[in-house]
């Protein structure tokens, strides 16, 4: 799963489990945002079922 984020480059998001800072410029929110949604995206592709039901609410990496 590293080799995974660290190649899609969302592995800062998920290993720090960053969340989006309101006070930042809109820009680096944007980016954020995607890096977090395509962090979660992987990890709902990677997970098996049992796991699945137990993220599947979660909006962001940190969550899941």
Request: net charge negative.
């Amino acid at each position: 799963m590293k080799v995974l984020f660290r190649f899609q480059d969302v592995s800062d998001v998920v290993e720090t489990g960053q969340v989006i800072d309101f006070g930042s410029a809109e820009m680096q929110k944007a980016v954020l945002a995607k890096k977090d949604s395509k962090a979660l995206f992987l990890i709902h592709q990677c997970i098996d079922d049992s796991h699945f039901e137990k993220i599947h609410n979660a909006n962001t990496t940190k969550e899941a």
